[in-house]
């Protein structure tokens, strides 16, 4: 499936809102990650939304998981922060987004997805590494296989 990206770069004309968001990098017991694939823009990505007011980090990536792909996560180490800036046409503004990733570990089975994924894939970290769409996402998957003792190298 062809990626249909809707950010744009940042419009020095429009206002700017920053914005912190959390996500896990679930990994299972046989060292598999779970990606979850954009309906709108049909690329693969870790689950994470919005950290809210009062929500620490790591309650944010547990509830977010638990939204988007209905899992119930053990969150663990921290791993890796990112950070990047886009137009968002449809709300007007820039967004300049920090989102921190935690390791996160399943404590169930059952995926139910929102309905802005369609589709899972529990995956070896070097079959996310060449699935992730955003460079920065392959970094915080790299990472997250150093922490979880796993290897993210490309297969020749
Ligand atoms: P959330 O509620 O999780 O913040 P969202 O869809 O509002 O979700 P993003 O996931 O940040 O926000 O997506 C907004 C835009 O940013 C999309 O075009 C997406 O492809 C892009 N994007 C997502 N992750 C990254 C990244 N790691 N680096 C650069 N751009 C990204």
Same mark, same amino acid.
């Given at each position: 499936?062809?990626?249909?990206?809707?950010?744009?770069?940042?419009?020095?004309?429009?206002?700017?809102?920053?914005?912190?968001?959390?996500?896990?990098?679930?990994?299972?017991?046989?060292?598999?990650?779970?990606?979850l694939?954009?309906?709108?823009?049909?690329?693969?990505?870790?689950?994470?939304? &919005?950290?809210?007011?009062?929500?620490?980090?790591?309650?944010?990536?547990?509830?977010?998981?638990?939204?988007?792909?209905?899992?119930?996560?053990?969150?663990?180490?921290?791993?890796?922060?990112?950070?990047?800036?886009?137009?968002?046409?449809?709300?007007?503004?820039?967004?300049?987004?920090?989102?921190?990733?935690?390791?996160?570990?399943?404590?169930?089975?059952?995926i139910?997805?929102?309905?802005?994924?369609?589709?899972w894939?529990?995956?070896?970290?070097?079959?996310?590494?060449?699935?992730?769409? &955003?460079?920065?996402?392959?970094?915080?998957?790299?990472?997250?296989?150093?922490?979880?003792?796993?290897?993210?190298?490309?297969?020749?």
């Amino acid at each position: 499936m062809t990626a249909r990206i809707q950010s744009e770069s940042p419009r020095a004309d429009k206002e700017t809102r920053k914005v912190l968001s959390s996500g896990g990098v679930i990994v299972d017991e046989r060292g598999r990650v779970l990606l979850l694939r954009r309906a709108d823009e049909g690329i693969w990505c870790f689950p994470k939304g &919005h950290v809210e007011p009062g929500e620490t980090p790591q309650a944010a990536a547990a509830r977010e998981i638990r939204e988007e792909c209905g899992l119930l996560c053990m969150i663990g180490r921290k791993v890796s922060e990112i950070r990047y800036a886009y137009y968002w046409r449809p709300d007007d503004v820039n967004y300049d987004k920090r989102v921190v990733y935690f390791l996160a570990r399943p404590e169930s089975s059952d995926i139910r997805l929102e309905d802005r994924f369609d589709a899972w894939r529990w995956v070896s970290p070097s079959r996310a590494l060449r699935m992730l769409f &955003h460079r920065n996402d392959k970094d915080v998957l790299r990472k997250a296989a150093k922490a979880a003792g796993l290897t993210a190298t490309r297969k020749t």
